[in-house]
């Protein structure tokens, strides 16, 4: 049992430590340069809820053969998924 629930949950997990990039660094080298350790908790914190998050995507996508906007997009009406698409998207721009 455990066998097969850690064949579900490495991908999640990997995918998690693959956000842990240069910039994500960069950025978190600047904010402690400039308040200290008064961030620290706010890492912490985020990092165990991208991880939490990762792993409820991998399992939307095990269990439904979706990925996370093609899921949006079938179960909510259009104006939400584009306001999702947005959302995503003003982060890249």
């Not at 991908?11 to 904010?31: E, K």
């Not at 990925?67 to 995503?88: G, I, K, M, Q, T």
């Amino acid at each position: 049992m455990l066998r097969e629930a850690l064949r579900y949950i490495g991908p999640g997990f990997l995918v998690t430590m693959g956000f842990i990039d240069p910039g994500n660094w960069a950025a978190n080298v600047a904010a402690g340069s400039r308040h200290g350790y008064a961030l620290l908790w706010i890492v912490t914190v985020s990092t165990v809820l991208l991880g939490v998050l990762q792993h409820a995507a991998a399992r939307l996508g095990i269990a439904s053969g979706l990925c996370l906007a093609e899921s949006a997009s079938r179960h909510f009406p259009r104006p939400v998924s584009w306001a999702l698409l947005a959302s995503a998207l003003r982060y890249w721009l």
